[in-house]
């Protein structure tokens, strides 16, 4: 699938020339592959939306018996045509396509850094990845984070992605490349996983700029110290983005699609509402995973989620267009299937 999702990026990057655009247009396209099944899910959760008072009666009347409320619940729901699970298939599916595009990026942002690394071995320049104000799109978009590949990232980059870059340079290269990590011989079981591994980017990491980078703040918290480097590589906007957005679609989703109010438990306590838990923790969760993952994924999860606050608008106001003709023509509408 990495090597998939990785020639798909890698064609669209021949048209235009940045992978920044390239994760933007390949976002595109997998989203609008994607709408008619959103349309389908808003449509079943404006269903939804509709049977809430039915519900709030059925859990008035039957909350003090788990069993038999369910039971009156299914039956609503086949009398209605309508299903509890309407909004969850586009999460169903477009779950793994985001942990598919997790798993291409960071193989890619990878392979990515090794390059630079050698790059900047051997000639002291290398070219970055630049995205806006992000200056290298395979490092994370923070302040915390230089734009050099450091010891983390490298550490990060499994054998075969060494191997792959190591036998793309060439006898000349690789003797001066020796030279400078001062072996005296440099083959291909110096990538080999384990300490063999792990002493070639030991020699290799004092050797890179960011070995002699300083920084101008250091912020000491209860579990971790934050260092904001000089050469940062991002204003940490990405990860800003991506929380704001979930959070956003969750609050349009909820005022949009309004559900009863979690049913009394035999004690006649609230049972506790999970859309209130997960309203919080999707945008905690996408803040983390964004922050800490490289700017290319942060910026695929950005455009995800503009991409679905816009295009959900369109749909709930296409829903409501057609709510308004079967309001003012009952007949036509069930004739016209918009039932």
Known sequence: MNDLLKAILDGIYGFVGNYGLSVIFFTLLVKMCLLPLDFKSRKGMRKMSELAPKQAELQKKYGHDQEKLNRKMQELYRKEGASPMAGCWPMLLSMPILF??????RYMANEQLVKQTFDLILTGETAFEPFLWVKNLWMPDSPFSGVWPNLQSLQMVEEKQWLSVFNSLGADQVAALAEKLNVAELTAASFAKGNALTATIEAIT?????????????????VTELVVVDNYNGLFLLPLLSAASQFLMSKLTEMQNPQPAPAANANGQQQPNSNSFMKWFFPLFSLWICASSNAA???YWVVTNIFSLVSNQIINWKLNQDDKKKAANPEAAVKGGLK
């Not at 070995?211 to 250091?218: H, K, N, T």
């Open 100 to 105: 598919a595009m997790y798993g291409a990026l």
């Open 206 to 222: 004092p050797l890179l700029p960011v070995a002699q980078e300083s920084s101008y703040l250091r912020l000491n918290l209860l």
């Open 297 to 299: 994924f942060a910026l």
